[in-house]
Protein backbone atom coordinates (compact mmCIF):
# COMPACT_ATOMS: atom_id res chain seq x y z
CA UNK A 1 0.00 0.00 0.00
CA UNK A 2 2.95 2.25 0.73
CA UNK A 3 4.40 1.72 -1.96
CA UNK A 4 1.17 2.21 -4.33
CA UNK A 5 0.45 5.99 -2.41
CA UNK A 6 4.29 6.39 -2.95
CA UNK A 7 4.18 6.51 -6.52
CA UNK A 8 1.38 8.60 -6.27
CA UNK A 9 3.26 10.96 -4.22
CA UNK A 10 5.90 11.32 -6.60
CA UNK A 11 3.15 12.16 -9.49
CA UNK A 12 1.64 14.83 -7.68
CA UNK A 13 5.05 16.51 -6.66
CA UNK A 14 6.60 16.27 -9.56
CA UNK A 15 5.25 17.70 -12.81
CA UNK A 16 3.70 15.45 -15.32
CA UNK A 17 4.22 17.05 -18.81
CA UNK A 18 0.69 15.69 -19.95
CA UNK A 19 -0.94 18.42 -18.18
CA UNK A 20 1.22 21.24 -19.08
CA UNK A 21 0.67 21.78 -22.49
CA UNK A 22 -1.17 24.84 -21.51
CA UNK A 23 1.59 26.32 -20.74
CA UNK A 24 4.13 25.04 -22.75
CA UNK A 25 6.14 23.09 -19.97
CA UNK A 26 5.77 20.16 -22.76
CA UNK A 27 8.04 21.71 -24.62
CA UNK A 28 11.61 20.34 -24.91
CA UNK A 29 14.22 23.16 -24.60
CA UNK A 30 17.54 23.49 -25.80
CA UNK A 31 18.51 25.84 -23.19
CA UNK A 32 17.65 24.08 -19.69
CA UNK A 33 20.23 21.44 -19.89
CA UNK A 34 23.96 20.84 -21.23
CA UNK A 35 22.40 17.38 -22.58
CA UNK A 36 19.94 19.83 -24.44
CA UNK A 37 22.99 21.90 -25.69
CA UNK A 38 24.64 18.78 -26.97
CA UNK A 39 21.56 18.36 -29.55
CA UNK A 40 21.55 21.51 -30.80
CA UNK A 41 25.54 21.58 -31.16
CA UNK A 42 25.02 18.51 -32.96
CA UNK A 43 22.27 19.80 -35.22
CA UNK A 44 24.74 22.76 -36.21
CA UNK A 45 26.98 20.32 -37.32
CA UNK A 46 24.39 18.81 -39.23
CA UNK A 47 23.80 22.07 -40.64
CA UNK A 48 27.75 23.06 -41.44
CA UNK A 49 27.95 19.69 -43.03
CA UNK A 50 24.79 20.53 -45.41
CA UNK A 51 26.18 24.16 -45.80
CA UNK A 52 29.44 22.99 -46.44
CA UNK A 53 27.62 20.36 -49.17
CA UNK A 54 26.18 23.10 -51.27
CA UNK A 55 28.66 25.35 -50.98
CA UNK A 56 31.16 22.59 -53.06
CA UNK A 57 28.53 22.44 -55.67
CA UNK A 58 28.14 25.83 -56.41
CA UNK A 59 31.65 26.17 -56.40
CA UNK A 60 32.12 23.20 -58.44
CA UNK A 61 29.72 24.91 -60.94
CA UNK A 62 31.63 27.81 -61.00
CA UNK A 63 34.95 25.98 -61.83
CA UNK A 64 33.09 24.58 -65.06
CA UNK A 65 32.11 27.79 -66.21
CA UNK A 66 35.42 29.20 -65.17
CA UNK A 67 36.67 26.17 -67.70
CA UNK A 68 34.79 26.99 -70.55
CA UNK A 69 35.86 30.39 -70.69
CA UNK A 70 39.10 29.60 -70.07
CA UNK A 71 39.18 27.17 -73.00
CA UNK A 72 38.21 29.96 -75.52
CA UNK A 73 41.61 31.33 -74.86
CA UNK A 74 41.02 34.63 -77.07
CA UNK A 75 42.16 38.12 -76.36
CA UNK A 76 40.43 41.02 -75.48
CA UNK A 77 39.79 42.57 -79.00
CA UNK A 78 39.89 46.23 -77.28
CA UNK A 79 39.95 47.86 -80.49
CA UNK A 80 37.79 47.97 -83.31
CA UNK A 81 40.37 47.36 -86.02
CA UNK A 82 41.57 44.33 -83.92
CA UNK A 83 37.54 43.22 -83.47
CA UNK A 84 36.85 43.18 -87.34
CA UNK A 85 39.97 41.66 -88.21
CA UNK A 86 39.20 38.35 -85.68
CA UNK A 87 35.73 38.11 -87.24
CA UNK A 88 37.31 38.52 -90.89
CA UNK A 89 38.88 34.90 -90.28
CA UNK A 90 36.97 32.65 -91.82
CA UNK A 91 37.38 29.76 -88.65
CA UNK A 92 36.53 32.53 -86.18
CA UNK A 93 33.54 33.75 -87.96
CA UNK A 94 32.47 30.44 -87.99
CA UNK A 95 33.16 29.21 -84.49
CA UNK A 96 31.53 32.34 -83.47
CA UNK A 97 28.24 31.76 -85.35
CA UNK A 98 28.02 28.49 -84.03
CA UNK A 99 28.39 28.74 -80.23
CA UNK A 100 26.24 31.13 -80.24
CA UNK A 101 23.31 28.93 -82.18
CA UNK A 102 24.78 26.06 -80.12
CA UNK A 103 26.99 26.41 -77.09
CA UNK A 104 25.94 29.53 -75.40
CA UNK A 105 21.96 28.41 -75.09
CA UNK A 106 23.46 25.43 -73.58
CA UNK A 107 25.81 27.30 -71.27
CA UNK A 108 22.94 29.54 -69.93
CA UNK A 109 20.76 26.53 -69.19
CA UNK A 110 23.20 25.45 -66.89
CA UNK A 111 23.30 28.68 -65.00
CA UNK A 112 20.14 27.78 -64.56
CA UNK A 113 19.73 24.88 -63.21
CA UNK A 114 19.07 24.38 -59.67
CA UNK A 115 22.07 22.47 -57.99
CA UNK A 116 22.33 21.56 -54.32
CA UNK A 117 18.92 20.91 -53.55
CA UNK A 118 19.43 18.03 -51.57
CA UNK A 119 21.53 20.00 -49.68
CA UNK A 120 18.56 23.11 -49.67
CA UNK A 121 15.99 20.40 -48.24
CA UNK A 122 18.43 19.15 -45.56
CA UNK A 123 19.52 22.66 -44.22
CA UNK A 124 15.41 23.37 -44.37
CA UNK A 125 14.29 20.42 -42.43
CA UNK A 126 17.14 21.13 -39.50
CA UNK A 127 16.09 24.57 -39.30
CA UNK A 128 12.64 23.18 -38.19
CA UNK A 129 14.40 21.84 -34.98
CA UNK A 130 15.98 25.31 -34.61
CA UNK A 131 15.35 26.74 -31.23
CA UNK A 132 12.79 29.05 -31.06
CA UNK A 133 12.54 32.66 -29.03
CA UNK A 134 11.68 31.15 -25.90
CA UNK A 135 15.35 29.48 -25.94
CA UNK A 136 16.84 32.85 -27.11
CA UNK A 137 15.22 34.56 -24.12
CA UNK A 138 16.02 31.92 -21.66
CA UNK A 139 19.52 32.12 -22.77
CA UNK A 140 20.13 35.76 -22.44
CA UNK A 141 18.45 35.60 -18.85
CA UNK A 142 21.45 32.89 -18.22
CA UNK A 143 23.85 35.45 -19.17
CA UNK A 144 22.23 38.12 -17.23
CA UNK A 145 21.63 36.06 -14.11
CA UNK A 146 26.03 35.00 -14.74
CA UNK A 147 26.89 38.50 -14.91
CA UNK A 148 24.60 39.81 -12.21
CA UNK A 149 24.89 36.76 -9.68
CA UNK A 150 28.87 36.87 -10.33
CA UNK A 151 29.77 40.81 -10.51
CA UNK A 152 31.40 40.05 -13.95
CA UNK A 153 31.81 43.14 -15.94
CA UNK A 154 30.71 42.91 -19.12
CA UNK A 155 34.03 44.09 -20.93
CA UNK A 156 35.73 41.06 -19.14
CA UNK A 157 32.86 38.69 -20.25
CA UNK A 158 32.71 39.52 -24.21
CA UNK A 159 36.70 38.68 -23.98
CA UNK A 160 36.25 35.37 -22.30
CA UNK A 161 36.97 35.85 -18.97
CA UNK A 162 34.77 34.78 -16.44
CA UNK A 163 35.91 34.66 -12.56
CA UNK A 164 39.68 35.13 -13.65
CA UNK A 165 39.59 31.88 -16.07
CA UNK A 166 40.60 32.98 -19.59
CA UNK A 167 38.30 31.14 -22.63
CA UNK A 168 39.67 30.87 -25.97
CA UNK A 169 36.17 31.81 -27.13
CA UNK A 170 35.13 35.59 -27.64
CA UNK A 171 31.57 37.30 -28.10
CA UNK A 172 30.89 38.38 -31.63
CA UNK A 173 29.47 42.52 -32.17
CA UNK A 174 26.06 40.87 -32.14
CA UNK A 175 26.17 38.87 -29.37
CA UNK A 176 27.06 41.93 -27.45
CA UNK A 177 24.56 43.96 -28.77
CA UNK A 178 21.55 40.93 -28.37
CA UNK A 179 22.60 41.49 -24.77
CA UNK A 180 22.50 45.21 -24.99
CA UNK A 181 19.26 45.31 -26.05
CA UNK A 182 18.28 42.61 -24.04
CA UNK A 183 18.87 44.64 -21.09
CA UNK A 184 17.40 47.68 -22.49
CA UNK A 185 13.68 46.22 -22.87
CA UNK A 186 14.28 45.04 -19.09
CA UNK A 187 14.82 47.99 -18.15
CA UNK A 188 18.39 47.37 -17.16
CA UNK A 189 19.83 50.62 -18.70
CA UNK A 190 23.14 50.37 -16.55
CA UNK A 191 24.23 47.56 -17.94
CA UNK A 192 22.44 48.11 -21.51
CA UNK A 193 24.68 50.66 -21.98
CA UNK A 194 27.39 48.67 -20.94
CA UNK A 195 26.78 46.23 -23.54
CA UNK A 196 26.04 49.02 -26.42
CA UNK A 197 29.35 50.21 -25.12
CA UNK A 198 31.13 46.70 -26.32
CA UNK A 199 28.87 46.27 -29.27
CA UNK A 200 30.65 49.58 -30.68
CA UNK A 201 34.12 49.63 -29.45
CA UNK A 202 34.38 45.83 -31.02
CA UNK A 203 36.63 45.24 -33.25
CA UNK A 204 35.61 44.69 -37.31
CA UNK A 205 35.55 41.19 -37.79
CA UNK A 206 37.12 39.06 -40.47
CA UNK A 207 34.89 39.79 -43.92
CA UNK A 208 32.92 42.04 -42.18
CA UNK A 209 31.30 43.63 -45.42
CA UNK A 210 30.63 40.85 -46.94
CA UNK A 211 28.79 38.95 -43.99
CA UNK A 212 26.97 42.20 -43.11
CA UNK A 213 25.73 42.36 -46.91
CA UNK A 214 24.01 39.28 -45.32
CA UNK A 215 22.81 39.26 -42.15
CA UNK A 216 22.51 43.50 -42.30
CA UNK A 217 24.33 45.88 -41.00
CA UNK A 218 24.28 45.19 -36.63
CA UNK A 219 25.05 48.61 -35.71
CA UNK A 220 22.85 50.82 -37.80
CA UNK A 221 21.43 52.85 -35.03
CA UNK A 222 23.14 51.43 -31.88
CA UNK A 223 24.73 54.66 -31.09
CA UNK A 224 21.62 56.62 -30.62
CA UNK A 225 20.28 53.25 -28.73
CA UNK A 226 23.62 53.57 -26.73
CA UNK A 227 23.32 57.27 -25.80
CA UNK A 228 19.30 56.58 -24.71
CA UNK A 229 20.68 54.28 -22.17
CA UNK A 230 23.20 56.38 -21.55
CA UNK A 231 20.82 59.31 -20.60
CA UNK A 232 18.69 57.33 -18.70
CA UNK A 233 21.62 55.81 -16.36
CA UNK A 234 22.67 59.04 -15.81
CA UNK A 235 18.82 60.21 -14.69
CA UNK A 236 18.93 57.18 -12.26
CA UNK A 237 22.49 58.05 -10.62
CA UNK A 238 21.16 61.84 -10.38
CA UNK A 239 18.74 60.77 -7.90
CA UNK A 240 15.67 62.39 -9.93
CA UNK A 241 12.37 60.73 -9.61
CA UNK A 242 11.20 59.90 -12.88
CA UNK A 243 9.01 57.09 -14.64
CA UNK A 244 10.48 54.98 -17.33
CA UNK A 245 8.46 56.74 -20.16
CA UNK A 246 9.68 60.38 -18.71
CA UNK A 247 13.05 59.25 -19.05
CA UNK A 248 12.63 57.76 -22.42
CA UNK A 249 11.52 61.08 -23.20
CA UNK A 250 14.19 63.30 -21.82
CA UNK A 251 16.73 60.74 -23.52
CA UNK A 252 14.81 61.22 -27.03
CA UNK A 253 14.19 65.14 -26.57
CA UNK A 254 17.89 65.20 -26.54
CA UNK A 255 19.13 63.25 -29.45
CA UNK A 256 16.26 64.59 -31.58
CA UNK A 257 16.50 68.49 -30.75
CA UNK A 258 20.41 68.09 -29.89
CA UNK A 259 22.88 69.42 -32.85
CA UNK A 260 24.56 66.31 -34.65
CA UNK A 261 28.58 67.39 -33.26
CA UNK A 262 26.80 67.19 -29.60
CA UNK A 263 25.66 64.46 -29.88
CA UNK A 264 27.95 62.88 -31.24
CA UNK A 265 30.57 64.84 -29.17
CA UNK A 266 28.72 62.73 -26.28
CA UNK A 267 28.44 59.11 -27.39
CA UNK A 268 32.41 59.88 -28.04
CA UNK A 269 33.18 60.80 -24.54
CA UNK A 270 31.03 57.85 -22.87
CA UNK A 271 32.62 55.31 -25.35
CA UNK A 272 35.94 56.54 -24.11
CA UNK A 273 34.95 56.03 -20.30
CA UNK A 274 37.07 53.24 -18.85
CA UNK A 275 36.25 50.02 -16.78
CA UNK A 276 36.68 51.41 -13.53
CA UNK A 277 34.70 54.15 -13.83
CA UNK A 278 31.74 52.58 -15.05
CA UNK A 279 31.92 50.37 -12.47
CA UNK A 280 32.12 53.48 -9.82
CA UNK A 281 28.60 54.43 -11.27
CA UNK A 282 27.48 50.99 -11.24
CA UNK A 283 28.20 50.85 -7.59
CA UNK A 284 26.47 53.83 -6.85
CA UNK A 285 23.12 52.64 -7.61
CA UNK A 286 23.68 48.73 -7.09
CA UNK A 287 21.69 47.40 -3.76
CA UNK A 288 24.17 45.02 -1.55
CA UNK A 289 24.57 41.32 -2.35
CA UNK A 290 21.97 39.31 -1.38
CA UNK A 291 23.02 36.42 1.00
CA UNK A 292 23.24 34.12 -2.39
CA UNK A 293 24.21 36.55 -4.39
CA UNK A 294 27.44 36.41 -1.61
CA UNK A 295 27.71 32.79 -1.29
CA UNK A 296 27.60 32.17 -4.97
CA UNK A 297 30.76 34.59 -5.28
CA UNK A 298 32.80 32.28 -2.45
CA UNK A 299 32.62 35.31 0.12
CA UNK A 300 31.17 33.58 3.08
CA UNK A 301 33.29 32.82 6.48
CA UNK A 302 35.12 29.60 6.62
CA UNK A 303 33.50 27.29 9.56
CA UNK A 304 36.58 26.16 11.87
CA UNK A 305 36.08 22.67 14.60
CA UNK A 306 35.08 20.75 11.49
CA UNK A 307 36.96 17.58 10.44
CA UNK A 308 37.01 14.96 7.45
CA UNK A 309 36.98 11.07 8.83
CA UNK A 310 36.01 7.60 8.45
CA UNK A 311 32.90 7.30 8.66
CA UNK A 312 32.23 3.57 10.41
CA UNK A 313 29.91 3.57 12.45
CA UNK A 314 26.16 4.40 10.66
CA UNK A 315 25.57 0.92 9.69
CA UNK A 316 27.35 -2.59 10.43
CA UNK A 317 28.78 -2.39 6.72
CA UNK A 318 30.36 0.43 6.77
CA UNK A 319 33.14 -1.55 9.65
CA UNK A 320 34.29 -3.38 6.33
CA UNK A 321 33.98 -0.68 4.07
CA UNK A 322 34.07 3.06 5.65
CA UNK A 323 32.94 6.30 3.89
CA UNK A 324 34.98 9.90 3.93
CA UNK A 325 33.36 11.97 5.34
CA UNK A 326 33.69 15.74 6.04
CA UNK A 327 32.03 17.79 8.48
CA UNK A 328 30.57 20.60 6.86
CA UNK A 329 28.28 22.07 9.66
CA UNK A 330 27.16 20.96 13.04
CA UNK A 331 23.75 22.68 13.86
CA UNK A 332 22.28 22.02 11.14
CA UNK A 333 23.67 18.37 10.75
CA UNK A 334 25.06 18.42 6.90
CA UNK A 335 27.56 16.48 5.74
CA UNK A 336 29.39 15.69 2.52
CA UNK A 337 30.57 11.92 1.61
CA UNK A 338 33.31 11.66 -0.61
CA UNK A 339 34.15 9.64 -4.08
CA UNK A 340 30.61 7.93 -3.67
CA UNK A 341 30.09 7.45 -6.87
CA UNK A 342 32.30 6.13 -10.03
CA UNK A 343 32.94 7.47 -13.58
CA UNK A 344 31.48 4.19 -14.55
CA UNK A 345 28.15 4.29 -12.29
CA UNK A 346 28.34 7.79 -13.68
CA UNK A 347 27.57 6.59 -17.42
CA UNK A 348 24.96 3.73 -16.12
CA UNK A 349 22.95 6.98 -14.39
CA UNK A 350 22.70 8.90 -18.19
CA UNK A 351 21.92 5.77 -19.49
CA UNK A 352 19.15 4.91 -17.56
CA UNK A 353 18.06 8.61 -17.45
CA UNK A 354 16.13 8.69 -20.81
CA UNK A 355 13.81 10.02 -21.52
CA UNK A 356 14.42 13.42 -19.47
CA UNK A 357 11.66 16.04 -19.42
CA UNK A 358 11.08 19.45 -18.12
CA UNK A 359 12.16 20.16 -14.41
CA UNK A 360 10.32 22.93 -13.29
CA UNK A 361 11.17 25.33 -10.50
CA UNK A 362 8.79 24.24 -8.08
CA UNK A 363 5.29 21.48 -8.36
CA UNK A 364 2.18 22.96 -10.58
CA UNK A 365 -0.21 21.69 -7.49
CA UNK A 366 1.66 24.27 -5.56
CA UNK A 367 0.15 27.62 -4.83
CA UNK A 368 3.42 29.24 -6.05
CA UNK A 369 3.80 33.17 -5.87
CA UNK A 370 5.91 33.52 -9.12
CA UNK A 371 5.83 31.83 -12.24
CA UNK A 372 7.31 28.64 -13.04
CA UNK A 373 10.41 28.48 -14.71
CA UNK A 374 12.30 25.23 -16.79
CA UNK A 375 15.73 25.29 -14.74
CA UNK A 376 16.84 21.39 -15.99
CA UNK A 377 16.25 18.51 -17.46
CA UNK A 378 14.92 15.32 -15.41
CA UNK A 379 14.25 11.67 -15.23
CA UNK A 380 13.19 9.59 -12.79
CA UNK A 381 14.25 5.97 -12.01
CA UNK A 382 11.28 4.43 -11.54
CA UNK A 383 12.21 0.91 -12.41
CA UNK A 384 14.36 -1.46 -10.58
CA UNK A 385 18.19 -1.66 -12.20
CA UNK A 386 21.26 -2.95 -10.28
CA UNK A 387 22.41 0.31 -10.25
CA UNK A 388 19.49 2.00 -8.63
CA UNK A 389 19.64 -0.81 -6.13
CA UNK A 390 23.41 -0.30 -5.60
CA UNK A 391 22.80 3.20 -4.98
CA UNK A 392 19.64 2.98 -2.68
CA UNK A 393 22.01 0.63 -0.42
CA UNK A 394 24.91 3.34 -0.29
CA UNK A 395 22.50 6.39 0.46
CA UNK A 396 21.36 3.94 3.47
CA UNK A 397 25.18 3.66 4.68
CA UNK A 398 25.47 7.21 4.61
CA UNK A 399 21.92 8.53 5.89
CA UNK A 400 21.26 5.17 8.46
CA UNK A 401 17.62 5.36 7.20
CA UNK A 402 15.46 3.25 5.18
CA UNK A 403 14.97 3.56 2.06
CA UNK A 404 12.99 0.69 0.86
CA UNK A 405 9.43 1.97 0.58
CA UNK A 406 10.47 4.53 -1.94
CA UNK A 407 13.46 3.34 -4.33
CA UNK A 408 12.99 5.99 -7.06
CA UNK A 409 15.62 8.67 -7.75
CA UNK A 410 15.60 11.76 -9.56
CA UNK A 411 18.67 12.63 -11.80
CA UNK A 412 18.97 16.28 -13.16
CA UNK A 413 21.08 18.05 -15.88
CA UNK A 414 20.99 21.75 -15.59
CA UNK A 415 22.01 23.95 -18.44
CA UNK A 416 24.64 26.74 -18.80
CA UNK A 417 23.11 29.68 -16.37
CA UNK A 418 21.25 27.06 -14.66
CA UNK A 419 20.21 27.86 -11.37
CA UNK A 420 17.24 26.74 -8.75
CA UNK A 421 15.82 29.29 -6.39
CA UNK A 422 16.37 29.39 -2.52
CA UNK A 423 13.67 26.65 -1.39
CA UNK A 424 12.46 24.30 1.21
CA UNK A 425 12.64 20.46 0.74
CA UNK A 426 9.85 19.88 3.77
CA UNK A 427 6.69 19.93 2.15
CA UNK A 428 4.44 20.11 5.50
CA UNK A 429 2.52 23.18 4.49
CA UNK A 430 1.59 21.83 1.21
CA UNK A 431 0.68 18.50 1.74
CA UNK A 432 -3.48 18.33 1.50
CA UNK A 433 -4.42 15.31 0.79
CA UNK A 434 -3.93 12.46 3.80
CA UNK A 435 -3.74 9.34 1.14
CA UNK A 436 -0.80 11.14 -0.27
CA UNK A 437 1.05 12.03 2.57
CA UNK A 438 1.76 8.46 3.79
CA UNK A 439 5.61 8.61 3.41
CA UNK A 440 5.63 11.40 5.41
CA UNK A 441 7.76 14.49 5.32
CA UNK A 442 10.67 14.82 3.87
CA UNK A 443 13.13 14.59 6.94
CA UNK A 444 16.31 14.64 5.03
CA UNK A 445 17.94 15.14 1.56
CA UNK A 446 20.72 13.84 -0.11
CA UNK A 447 22.02 14.78 -3.23
CA UNK A 448 24.56 13.60 -5.26
CA UNK A 449 27.04 15.58 -7.97
CA UNK A 450 27.72 13.28 -10.89
CA UNK A 451 28.97 16.23 -13.22
CA UNK A 452 32.14 18.46 -14.12
CA UNK A 453 31.32 22.03 -13.00
CA UNK A 454 34.41 23.75 -13.96
CA UNK A 455 32.68 27.28 -12.46
CA UNK A 456 29.37 28.15 -10.55
CA UNK A 457 27.01 25.51 -9.76
CA UNK A 458 27.23 25.45 -6.44
CA UNK A 459 24.53 24.50 -3.53
CA UNK A 460 24.28 27.10 -0.95
CA UNK A 461 22.33 27.66 2.25
CA UNK A 462 21.82 31.42 2.48
CA UNK A 463 20.28 31.90 6.37
CA UNK A 464 23.36 29.56 7.97
CA UNK A 465 25.73 31.04 5.00
CA UNK A 466 27.17 27.73 4.00
CA UNK A 467 28.48 27.13 0.65
CA UNK A 468 29.45 23.92 -1.07
CA UNK A 469 30.58 23.30 -4.45
CA UNK A 470 29.33 20.39 -6.74
CA UNK A 471 32.22 17.94 -6.52
CA UNK A 472 31.89 15.20 -9.28
CA UNK A 473 31.32 11.75 -6.99
CA UNK A 474 30.73 13.28 -3.87
CA UNK A 475 27.45 13.39 -1.92
CA UNK A 476 25.75 16.46 0.28
CA UNK A 477 23.40 15.13 3.35
CA UNK A 478 21.37 17.22 5.82
CA UNK A 479 18.04 17.06 7.86
CA UNK A 480 15.23 18.99 6.64
CA UNK A 481 13.49 18.79 9.86
CA UNK A 482 14.25 18.78 13.94
CA UNK A 483 14.00 16.04 16.35
CA UNK A 484 10.79 16.43 16.67
CA UNK A 485 9.53 16.20 12.92
CA UNK A 486 9.02 20.16 12.61
CA UNK A 487 10.13 22.06 9.72
CA UNK A 488 13.65 23.24 10.03
CA UNK A 489 14.19 26.64 8.25
CA UNK A 490 17.62 26.71 8.48
CA UNK A 491 17.69 23.99 5.46
CA UNK A 492 17.11 27.15 3.38
CA UNK A 493 19.09 26.22 -0.29
CA UNK A 494 19.54 27.36 -3.70
CA UNK A 495 21.51 25.97 -6.49
CA UNK A 496 24.19 28.93 -7.99
CA UNK A 497 23.85 29.71 -11.56
CA UNK A 498 26.41 27.00 -13.51
CA UNK A 499 29.10 29.18 -15.08
CA UNK A 500 30.87 26.27 -16.82
CA UNK A 501 30.37 22.71 -16.98
CA UNK A 502 27.66 20.08 -16.68
CA UNK A 503 25.62 19.66 -13.31
CA UNK A 504 24.34 16.23 -13.48
CA UNK A 505 22.55 15.45 -9.89
CA UNK A 506 20.87 12.57 -8.52
CA UNK A 507 18.48 13.35 -5.70
CA UNK A 508 16.91 11.33 -3.02
CA UNK A 509 14.62 12.37 -0.62
CA UNK A 510 14.21 10.68 3.24
CA UNK A 511 10.82 10.11 4.04
CA UNK A 512 9.62 10.34 7.76
CA UNK A 513 7.03 7.54 8.52
CA UNK A 514 9.50 4.75 7.39
CA UNK A 515 12.02 6.37 9.56
CA UNK A 516 9.92 5.98 12.51
CA UNK A 517 12.06 3.24 14.34
CA UNK A 518 15.45 4.24 12.95
CA UNK A 519 14.73 8.14 14.09
CA UNK A 520 12.28 8.67 16.51
CA UNK A 521 10.81 11.94 17.39
CA UNK A 522 12.00 13.73 20.43
CA UNK A 523 11.02 16.90 21.98
CA UNK A 524 13.65 19.92 20.40
CA UNK A 525 16.20 20.73 23.26
CA UNK A 526 16.09 24.41 21.91
CA UNK A 527 14.18 26.27 19.33
CA UNK A 528 16.10 27.69 16.58
CA UNK A 529 14.36 30.30 14.75
CA UNK A 530 14.99 31.22 11.02
CA UNK A 531 17.30 34.54 10.92
CA UNK A 532 15.09 37.26 9.55
Known sequence: MIRFVGLIFLIVLVQDC??????????????????????????????????????????????????????????????????ERFVSNPLNAYGLIRRLQQDWPKWQNYTKKPLGTAQLQGMEELLLKAP?????????????R???????????????????????????????????????????????????????????????????????????????????????????????????????????????????????????????ESDEGIAKELGTLQTPPTSREFGCRGLYAKRTNLVCRYNSTTTPFLRLAPLKMEEISHDPYIVMYHQVLSDREIGEMKQLAQPMTNGLSGSIEANNSEPLEVVARIAWLLEASPFRERLNLRIGDMTGFDVSEFKALQVANFGVGS??????????????????????????????????????????????????????????????????????????HAVCPVIAGSRWTVTKWLHQWPQMFLKPCSPRPRAVERKS
Open 18 to 83: DSMDSVNFATDYYSSSVLGLLKLLEIERQFMEEFVGHADVLQEKLDNLQMYIDSLDRAKHESHKER
Open 132 to 144: DNHDLTESLKSMD
Open 419 to 492: YFKAHFDYLTNRIVDTSISQLGDRTGSLIIYAGEVQQGGATIFPDIQVMVPPQKGNSLFWYNTFDDSTPDPRSL
Open 146 to 272: IERTYDLPASQIARGLLQHQQYDTQLSVRDCLALAQHKNVSGDYIRASMWYREALRHESEPNAEIINAVLGNPLEGVEHQFASAIIIRELGISGKSLSRTRMQGVASHFLTNSKPQVVDAFIRHYLA
